[in-house]
């Protein structure tokens, strides 16, 4: 739909009032700005920098178990290079449909075994709950049947129950166990891979 055409439906003449103005503005937002996923390309590299960096200490505290300032340039190459055929990952982007956009939510799949992997994933803060995490998390559940992967784990801190929720509500068998030091592993079972023959 043409943002265009929802500015056209408020008559000319209708009263200009802070509140009209306001809805009318958010209206125009979110029919030109879309979240879209895809896998993480080379040259993500320093829009993933910008984005771990704009996180919260708390967020980025829960997303690597410990207090940093985000991630190096070694690091973000690093995520942004997967093989594709063991290594993966996933960003969320928002932005105008056709303009720049900026990384809202960003997933790694590490492998962990013959059939199994780890997951991580970090959304913005002002985003959060509102299904991006989920949407990232489904994207890498999809990559990884495909690849035989066979059990999806995820390591996180025990306080952390919003990613807790997240991964075992996604409607498959999965079970959290706690490793110690506040630390809780959750396994996602993906089930038999079904080859196209």
């Known amino acids: 739909m043409d943002p265009s055409a929802s500015i056209a439906a408020i008559p000319d003449d209708a009263p200009s009032t802070p509140a009209r103005a ?8 979110t029919l030109a700005t ?12 320093a829009a993933l920098q910008a984005f771990y960096a704009s996180l919260s200490d708390d967020s980025r505290r829960t ?9 190096g340039r070694t690091q973000s190459t690093y995520f942004c290079t997967p093989d594709h055929a063991h290594r993966e990952g996933f960003v969320a982007v928002m932005g105008p449909v056709h303009g720049p956009t900026r990384i809202v939510g960003h997933l790694c799949v590490e492998p962990d075994g013959p059939t199994r992997a780890e997951v991580a994933v970090a959304v913005a803060d002002e985003l959060q709950r509102r299904g991006i995490g989920r949407r990232l998390v489904e994207a890498a559940v999809v990559w990884a049947r495909s690849d035989g992967v066979r059990t999806l784990t995820a390591t996180m801190l025990a306080d952390n129950p919003a990613i807790q929720r997240l991964l075992t509500g996604l409607g498959l068998p999965s079970v959290a166990v706690p490793i110690g030091a506040g630390v809780v592993e959750v396994r996602i079972e ?8």
Not at 22 to 29: E, H
Request: hydrophobic share 50%; glycine share 8%.
């Open 63 to 71: 997303r690597f178990l410990g207090s940093t300032n985000g991630i």
């Open 190 to 197: 993906l089930g038999a891979v079904v080859s196209a023959a």
């Open 34 to 45: 879309r979240i879209r996923i895809r896998p993480i390309v080379a040259t993500d590299h």
């Open 22 to 29: 306001d809805v009318f503005a958010a209206r125009a937002r």
